[in-house]
């Protein structure tokens, strides 16, 4: 029995991300990679953490400091790991969007990496509101509070 190096069902999280920020909009896009990052993101190997979303100044949406690990059977044309990559969205959607960041405290974050069901990979990108500290630890109360009646009810 030896391991698929490939998964199929790719489904990487930002799990701080819903902690630091209020997540008001998710929107899904395409992501331009190169040959050796889809293999490496079919690998697990991604870092979603310090990434973050803006626009340029044709109106193109990009994401940077998502950090994609080099594939580890590459060659001299294997990939930059923290490289801007291109998010691709409807143009009305973009429109939308670049109107909602101009508002002060909104920001893009990158909150899911997956692959679909046609081998694609996709970005889920949150419009969100960044969390003040009382609103961190009222997140915190409420993550307890959960866990206390988890453990109650077995």
Same mark, same amino acid.
């Given at each position: 029995?030896? $391991?698929? +190096?490939? =998964?199929? #069902?790719?489904?990487?999280?930002?799990?701080?991300? =819903? @902690? &630091?920020?209020?997540?008001? #909009?998710?929107?899904?896009?395409?992501?331009?990679? *190169?040959?050796?990052?889809?293999?490496?993101?079919?690998?697990?190997?991604?870092?979603? /953490? #310090?990434?973050?979303?803006?626009? =340029?100044?044709?109106? &193109?949406? @990009?994401? !940077?400091?998502?950090?994609? *690990?080099?594939?580890? /059977?590459?060659?001299?044309?294997?990939?930059?790991?923290?490289?801007?990559?291109?998010?691709?969205?409807?143009?009305?959607?973009?429109? $939308?969007?670049?109107?909602?960041?101009?508002?002060?405290?909104? *920001?893009?974050?990158?909150? +899911?990496?997956?692959?679909? #069901?046609?081998? @694609?990979?996709?970005?889920?990108?949150?419009?969100?509101?960044? !969390?003040?500290?009382?609103?961190?630890? /009222?997140?915190? $109360? &409420?993550? &307890?509070?959960? +866990?206390?009646?988890? +453990?109650? $009810?077995?």
């Amino acid at each position: 029995m030896s $391991k698929q +190096r490939f =998964s199929n #069902d790719i489904n990487i999280r930002n799990r701080q991300a =819903s @902690f &630091e920020y209020e997540l008001l #909009d998710k929107y899904v896009s395409g992501i331009v990679l *190169t040959g050796t990052e889809i293999k490496s993101i079919r690998e697990g190997k991604v870092n979603l /953490q #310090d990434g973050y979303c803006y626009f =340029s100044a044709a109106g &193109e949406l @990009f994401i !940077k400091n998502v950090n994609i *690990t080099p594939y580890a /059977q590459g060659t001299h044309y294997n990939h930059e790991a923290t490289r801007e990559r291109k998010l691709l969205l409807k143009r009305v959607e973009l429109k $939308k969007l670049q109107s909602k960041i101009e508002e002060k405290g909104l *920001t893009l974050v990158p909150v +899911r990496l997956f692959v679909n #069901d046609r081998g @694609f990979a996709k970005m889920e990108i949150a419009l969100a509101r960044g !969390k003040k500290t009382h609103d961190k630890r /009222q997140s915190i $109360k &409420e993550r &307890e509070a959960k +866990r206390e009646l988890n +453990r109650i $009810k077995l």
